[in-house]
């Protein structure tokens, strides 16, 4: 068995291979990109183990290397730091501490999702993107209003506000012109969003992961995908408290003794799932007696503790849809399993 480090990169990657005592036997550097790679490995008669740092493009080399490799690990980069505060670090040196890790057995690995997941997530993150941009130039559009002096109405963006953003005078032509570009890009932009969600509808209408999580009040379409998206596997978390810790929802700490600090959320994991799941649990404060009166106990009748609260609800609303993907349960408020009672 070979042990196979490898630091990628566009242009050259780094490669050192260990024989079964852990001794170096080829330490080099291949020229091009990472499928000139794939093929100085197919050279190896000898079965071998490879592992290498999460980086852009790393699906689509562990779906090649899956084909050759009689082992693949994938390092998660954020603990490669914490394992190695080294002062001294280039490719090469990256290249020899992940062939150590994967001999040693030591690799903090990340899950690599199949091509459909991880083709599901991007397109989630995309839509994300174009909501973002939208906002964006929404923003830009009532700045232009403002500096114009222009009092706009207060429904500026809905139906009936289309025709008076189209109609309203401006002081100088210039003016006019920005305003028509931007309300160009709003449609350009409310247009690709639509186009994107119908195509997010065909995929969640399939999956009975998004149907399930939709049942929670305030969970829609858009966040039970994410959500979906994200986990993939439920049983790949050993605990439903890992749930939380995989999405950053989690709070920092420092303890020492009898010394326990906690601070901010650790922000680990995607932020886009964060936004929804915050956004889902504000729904849900309003829709159901259940989620209320959690946030209710977590709040303690403290408006300086609300913002501690709906982040506790939304790490909440997390794990509970992490025991419903792993069990296939419904959601069921207190009213429904005291009626059930």
Not at 78 to 104: C, E, M, P, T, W
Request: hydrophobic share 35%.
């Amino acid at each position: 068995m070979w042990y196979v480090g490898m630091d990628v990169h566009l242009k050259s990657s780094s490669v050192c291979v260990l024989d079964e005592h852990g001794r170096r036997v080829v330490q080099k550097m291949i020229r091009g990109p990472w499928p000139k790679l794939v093929g100085w490995l197919k050279g190896f008669e000898d079965p071998f183990a490879v592992c290498y740092e999460a980086s852009c493009g790393y699906g689509p080399r562990h779906d090649a290397l899956r084909r050759l490799a009689h082992q693949i690990q994938v390092a998660h980069p954020g603990h490669l730091r914490l394992i190695f505060r080294s002062k001294k670090k280039n490719d090469r040196v990256d290249a020899q501490k992940l062939a150590k890790l994967i001999y040693l057995g030591e690799v903090p690995t990340v899950h690599v999702p199949s091509p459909e997941v991880r083709a599901w997530r991007g397109t989630a993150e995309h839509r994300r993107g174009l909501v973002r941009r939208r906002t964006r130039v929404k923003n830009r559009l009532r700045a232009l209003l403002r500096s114009c002096g222009v009092v706009a109405p207060s429904r500026l963006w809905s139906i009936k506000g289309q025709p008076w953003r189209q109609e309203v005078e401006l002081p100088s032509a210039l003016d006019t012109m920005r305003r028509d570009m931007r309300l160009d890009e709003l449609a350009t932009t409310g247009k690709q969003i639509r186009h994107v969600q119908r195509h997010l509808d065909e995929v969640a209408n399939r999956h009975a992961g998004v149907q399930l999580l939709k049942t929670i009040p305030g969970v829609g379409s858009r966040t039970a995908e994410t959500v979906v998206a994200y986990i993939d596997d439920p049983h790949r978390f050993k605990t439903n408290k890992a749930i939380g810790s995989y999405f950053g929802l989690v709070p920092t700490q420092d303890a020492s003794g009898s010394v326990n600090r906690l601070g901010h959320i650790t922000r680990n994991g995607p932020g886009t799932v964060r936004c929804l799941l915050t956004e889902a649990a504000w729904h849900g404060i309003r829709r159901s007696p259940r989620i209320r009166s959690y946030f209710d106990r977590i709040q303690r009748d403290d408006p300086d503790r609300k913002k501690i609260a709906l982040v506790a609800t939304a790490h909440y609303l997390v794990r509970v849809m992490h025991a419903m993907l792993r069990t296939g349960e419904m959601w069921r408020d207190q009213e429904t399993c005291m009626n059930a009672a």
